[in-house]
């Protein structure tokens, strides 16, 4: 396929993502519902269906030599499509926030001044390995009354396709324009440089994948970027923590599941607890297997670790995004020292202080300079579903247009409305 021919197609649908979000914006909720409560309706009839289509990415996967995690993102099992149906009927059942009117105030001129929530209009979504991203994207993009165009990874297109196909279906059961979701069918990379490339057609880019990916788009878009680099994310074990109470949420956080962006990959405890402390989350992370690179300080305090991966910590681990049973440890003075290193080192993504002193938590989430603040709880609640959100599009790191999981708002704008009963300005 010539380049020229990629630029056909990607001008094509952009041109019909742009008229389709026309329609889409002054959709009634209860249609935008419909097309949601359609699309779980199929999800589930379709099932078997599309885990043989599932089966042909599957098969090629593992001819090309793709690592069995990779394979595994790529399944569509029937948990996973479950998941995604009743993702839908939760959106559906969420309040419809567009055409929603905050902060309407009189002014002295006598004209009241306020702000209504619409639509962006038209996101382009790339994303690689899971297929069920194009269920989340596309049904966050009808509830949230926007167009969306999808570019999946060429490892998942038999996947999305078929799924794409349903949400058409979907879409044109409740009345609502067939291009308001479209899916890029081929898999030429220059097709992620054409829409990327498009301002008259397309409003936002989010990208889903690889540091790789984000960067790329980050450098080439003449479009907005919602972007979500990496999560290199921290827990600090404060001088004032419930020990017990740490112990449990710094095992959650890091080992409850190691691929998510939203796990913990730092872990920083105070001086005075230190010595009591990391012998007992080193025993915790011996028994998992997960390799300790610590500062000198906590090394030697972990050495009488039975079975412990012990590994002198580097200037770059303090910036590492593991994503797998791997954690840094350093010992600091207090909390000062905690904020002062996150800020300097974490990804912005979400951070968590394990205390009992409420001037250090609230010094925490004021000075911490991050998405998502916590206070004692796992990094792993930082997710749209977690957070009421009904589902996420992505955790954007940025501070514009969004900051942490986007959801339904996180796919809006706000204009300025003005009502009057024929004031003029003096």
């Known amino acids: 396929m010539n380049a020229l021919s990629v630029t056909e197609i990607m001008q094509t649908l952009g041109l019909q993502a742009k008229t389709a979000s026309a329609l889409m914006a002054k959709a009634p909720a209860a249609v935008k519902n419909k097309a949601l409560l359609v699309l779980a309706r199929l999800l589930r009839e379709q099932t078997d269906a599309l885990q043989t289509d599932n089966a042909r990415d599957l098969e090629r996967a593992r001819a090309a030599g793709l690592a069995e995690p990779m394979v595994d993102r790529l399944k569509l099992t029937p948990k996973v499509l479950e998941t995604c149906a009743q993702g839908c009927e939760q959106l559906a059942a969420m309040p419809d926030v567009i055409g929603e ?3 309407m105030k009189q002014q002295p001129s ?27 994207a596309a049904s966050l993009s009808i509830k949230s009354g926007n167009a ?14 078929a799924l794409a196909r349903l949400v058409v279906q979907a879409l044109q059961e409740a009345g609502l324009p067939e291009y308001a979701v479209q899916l890029v069918h081929t898999t030429d990379r220059e097709a992620v440089g054409q829409l990327i490339t498009m301002p008259q057609y397309v409003d936002v880019i989010i990208p889903r994948g690889g540091k790789g990916l984000i960067e790329r788009i980050s450098r080439d878009a003449k479009v ?7 999560g290199n994310c921290h827990t600090y074990v404060d001088d004032s923590a419930d020990l017990a109470m740490a112990l449990r949420v710094v095992e959650n956080a890091k080992t409850q ?70 954690i840094s440890i350093k010992v600091v003075a207090g909390v000062d020292e905690a904020i002062a290193h996150i800020n300097q080192y974490s990804s912005h993504h979400t951070e968590a202080i394990l205390t009992t002193n409420h001037v250090h938590a609230q010094r925490f989430l004021r000075e911490v300079d ?36 986007v959801g339904i708002e996180g796919l809006t704008s706000l204009k300025y409305i003005v009502l009057g009963e024929g004031e003029v300005r003096s």
């Open 370 to 405: 991050s998405s998502s603040v916590m206070v004692n709880a796992s990094t792993r609640f930082a997710d749209g579903f977690e957070y009421g959100l009904g589902a996420e599009i992505g955790i954007s790191t940025d501070k514009f247009h969004a900051r942490g999981p």
């Open 110 to 136: 006598g004209i009241r001044v306020g702000q209504m929530r619409v639509p962006i209009g038209v996101f382009g979504m790339i994303y690689e390995s899971r297929p069920n991203v194009t269920i989340e």
């Open 257 to 326: 599941k190691y691929s998510p962006c939203n796990a913990t990959e730092s872990l920083l405890v105070a001086r005075s607890v230190a010595a009591q402390f990391l012998p007992q989350i080193g025993v915790v992370f011996a028994s998992k297997g997960v390799e300790m690179r610590g500062c000198p300080e906590s090394l030697a305090l972990l050495r009488g670790v039975e079975g412990a991966q012990l590994l002198p910590a580097t200037e770059q681990d303090w910036s590492e995004e593991y994503l797998g049973p791997i």
């Open 101 to 103: 009117i905050l902060g």
């Open 148 to 161: 969306c165009i999808l570019r999946g990874g060429s490892e998942a297109i038999d996947s999305n396709k």
């Open 224 to 230: 907005p970027v919602i972007k979500h680099l990496d």
